[in-house]
C-alpha cells in the first residue's frame, strides 16, 4: 500500500465470500480503465486496491430484489434549483477535501443512466448556505451509472455526526431522500438519525479523502444497454476470455446460446453462466 493511502475504519467484508456479487461485476465492467482485481472470489475496481488487505463490503450489496437505499428526513435546509456541478468547491475553499464516487443501480443490479442525484451539505464549519449555493449541486448518472462529487469533508453540525445530503431520482420515478456517513466518527453513536448501512467505505490518500458508495434505487429496468435487431455478429462464435463483447452480441457458452446485456472485456470467472448481469441466455 503506498505510503499516503490509509483504509478508514468502514464496513468489514464477510468472512465468506460465496459468489461474485452482481454490482461488484458491473462496478468492474463500467470502469473502462480500471483493470479488475480479484479479492477473496470478489471483483474489486482498482481505485480501491489500497484497501485489498481490508476489502470492504459494498453498501448495500446488490442482488435480483433487494432492497432498495435507505431514505432519510430531508431536514431543514434543502434548496430547490442548485447548480448543475459535481465540483462543489474552488481552490481556495477552506477544508479537508473529499471526492465521493460509486454507482446508481436498480434492484436487478443494472446500471442507471441519467439518474439524477442532488448533493447539499455542511461548510467546514458546520453552517449551511442559505441565502445563496454554496456547497449545493445536482449532476446526472454517466451511461455507465456513474457518479462522482468533489467537495470538502463537512464540519459539525449541532446534534448531528458528519453528513451529507442527497436526493436521488432515476428517470421518471419517484424521488427519494437519504444522507451518506463517515466511519469512525463519535458521533455516529450518538446520533439518532445515523443508519449504519448509508456508510461510505472512505481511505485517506495524503492531505485528502476519498469516499465511495452505490446507491440502489427501484427502478423497472430492461438490460443497460439494448440489444441490436438483428443481433451483431460476434467476435467468436463461443465465449473466449479476453475478448471485447458488446451489447447484443451473441456467444455460445457449454452448448447454451447468450446474448450480452452490457459492453465488458471477458475475464475468467465472468463466464456466461456465472454472471447475470452481463449475459442473459437465450
Not at 471483483?43 to 442482488?63: G, K, N, S
Not at 443494472?110 to 448533493?119: E, H, S, T, W, Y
Not at 427501484?218 to 465465449?239: L, R, V
Request: charged share 20%; with cysteine; net charge neutral.
Amino acid at each position: 500500500m503506498p505510503a499516503d493511502e490509509k483504509p478508514l475504519e468502514g464496513p468489514a467484508e464477510s468472512a465468506n465470500s460465496p459468489r461474485i456479487s452482481r454490482k461488484a461485476v458491473l462496478r468492474a465492467a463500467a470502469a473502462l480503465s480500471a483493470a479488475p482485481l480479484l479479492v477473496r472470489g470478489g471483483v474489486a475496481l482498482a481505485r480501491d486496491r489500497a484497501t485489498a488487505t481490508r476489502p470492504l463490503e459494498v453498501t448495500p450489496q446488490c442482488h435480483d430484489g433487494d432492497e432498495t437505499t435507505v431514505e432519510q428526513i430531508e431536514g431543514p435546509y434543502f434548496k430547490p434549483n442548485s447548480p448543475l456541478r459535481a465540483s462543489l468547491i474552488t481552490d481556495s475553499t477552506p477544508g479537508t477535501r473529499l471526492t465521493v464516487t460509486g454507482y446508481v443501480f436498480s434492484r436487478t443490479c443494472r446500471p442507471i443512466a441519467g439518474a439524477l442525484l442532488d448533493f447539499w451539505q455542511a461548510d467546514d464549519n458546520g453552517d449551511y448556505d442559505n441565502t445563496g449555493y454554496a456547497f449545493r449541486g445536482h449532476q446526472f448518472s454517466t451511461d455507465q451509472g456513474a457518479f462522482s462529487l468533489t467537495t470538502i469533508v463537512p464540519g459539525l453540525y449541532p446534534g448531528r455526526t458528519r453528513h451529507i445530503h442527497v436526493k436521488l431520482q432515476s428517470p421518471g420515478r419517484p424521488i427519494i431522500t437519504t444522507q451518506l456517513y463517515f466511519p469512525g466518527e463519535p458521533r455516529n453513536s450518538t446520533d439518532t438519525i445515523f443508519d449504519a448501512r448509508l456508510l461510505m467505505n472512505v481511505r485517506q490518500v495524503g492531505p485528502a479523502r476519498e469516499g465511495t458508495y452505490d446507491f440502489v434505487l427501484d427502478a423497472p429496468q430492461g438490460p443497460t444497454n439494448p440489444p441490436t435487431t438483428p443481433p451483431t455478429t460476434p467476435p467468436s462464435g463461443t465465449w473466449t476470455a479476453g475478448t471485447s463483447y458488446r451489447a447484443g452480441d451473441m456467444v455460445t457458452y457449454g452448448g447454451s446460446p447468450y446474448r450480452c446485456l452490457q459492453a465488458h472485456t471477458a475475464i475468467t470467472g465472468w463466464e456466461p453462466p456465472n454472471v447475470p448481469a452481463l449475459w442473459q441466455r437465450d
